[in-house]
């Protein structure tokens, strides 16, 4: 008879005091844009409000540790210390752990697709040998076991009829552009969509420069107008007073990957609302209320034009409006591609199973 024998609980001990803080520092980071000064006061807040150190290891230490471990920097001339690589690194990495913690690295950075034949990456399912495959695929065990079989062990010899090989997946490369909308919607109303935004965009470009080295990622982020940025800005990344330029972003994105070698395309984008801007010469027209046809048209125009490129949007509506809701489903109708209405917690998720999803077939 089977039993089970049941003891007190015994909690694993805390972490160090260094990266117990070193948690709550990077978090506090995202939310200040970067901005050491601010995050260690606010970390200085909570720490006397509810006591996170102790007589023998301060917040005093704790900068000490950051700016000897190479996380802080200090300007010998103002005083003034910021953030160093290494900690845009480490805040990229966490937000990958957050948000897809059970992947692995892996430096192949592969993405395979139902189709097999001669591609880069062995699977465990085997056919008979055809002329012309690659010595290298052949798999020496099933061929031996061939070779027993139909001609005996006493005279080993071994005839094309007997050898396997083993089947190939190819290994798909895609180039993606992020687009991420930082108009001032997405810190309005009591709720910060912004930091999740951004914190889903440092995941995904760590999960593709560690696991798929060979795909690409360019960020674009717009509002009146829409540019570029680095990798390294992202912890940096605001909203600022503008309206929602859709179409300058979807343009810009356009124009990036056509400078992309890769047959693979897509675009996410992240948003919380309808495009309410154009720039038309040098002057914006805007309109913030209601759904204004000549924007509307602009931007579904985009979207056909992306669709005769074969190139998918894949929305995410982080706002639950069911006005803005048939805004996405009219756009991605035109061109055919995805849209996802997504919780903030659940945003990084959803990016990530699409993005998997896209790299196992080809999308052209």
Not at 43 to 57: H, I, P
């Amino acid at each position: 008879m089977k039993g089970f024998i049941f003891s007190k609980y015994q909690p694993e001990e805390g972490k160090p005091p260094f990266q117990r803080l070193m948690d709550m520092f990077l978090e506090l980071l995202q939310y200040t844009n970067g901005d050491a000064a601010e995050a260690l006061q606010w970390l200085s807040q909570l720490d006397q409000q509810y006591g996170l150190t102790t007589d023998e290891y301060g917040i005093g230490d704790f900068i000490e540790d950051l700016k000897q471990q190479g996380y802080l920097q200090e300007d010998g001339q103002t005083g003034t210390i910021s953030i160093t690589a290494k900690t845009e690194q480490t805040i990229r990495q966490r937000s990958l752990d957050e948000i897809f913690g059970k992947l692995k690295k892996t430096k192949q950075g592969s993405h395979r697709t139902f189709k097999s034949g001669q591609g880069d990456e062995m699977n465990p399912e085997t056919r008979p040998y055809e002329f012309g495959d690659a010595l290298d695929a052949i798999d020496y065990t099933g061929s031996l076991k061939n070779s027993f079989i139909n001609r005996g062990i006493e005279q080993f010899s071994m005839h094309q009829d007997d050898l396997e090989i083993h089947e190939m997946d190819f290994k798909t490369q895609t180039s993606t552009v992020l687009m991420i909308d930082i108009s001032h919607s997405m810190i309005l109303y009591g709720e910060d969509r912004i930091t999740p935004a951004k914190k889903v965009a440092m995941a995904l470009s760590e999960l593709i420069t560690t696991r798929y080295p060979k795909d690409t990622l360019d960020i674009v982020v717009f509002g009146n107008d829409a540019w570029q940025i680095e990798m390294k800005e992202l912890p940096y990344l605001q909203v600022g007073p503008y309206h929602t330029n859709t179409v300058a972003g979807l343009e810009l994105a356009m124009d990036i990957l056509r400078r992309r070698k890769n047959q693979n395309k897509q675009i996410f984008m992240i948003t919380d609302g309808k495009p309410t801007c154009l720039k038309i010469g040098g002057k914006y027209y805007k309109n913030s209320f209601g759904i204004d046809s000549k924007i509307l048209n602009r931007t579904l125009n985009l979207a056909g034009q992306l669709r005769r490129l074969k190139i998918p949007v894949i929305t995410f509506m982080i706002a639950h409006d069911p006005y803005l809701q048939r805004f996405v489903r009219n756009f991605t109708e035109v061109n055919n591609g995805k849209a996802f209405y997504s919780s903030l917690d659940g945003l990084g998720q959803y990016i990530f199973e699409d993005y998997e999803r896209n790299k196992r077939k080809r999308m052209r």
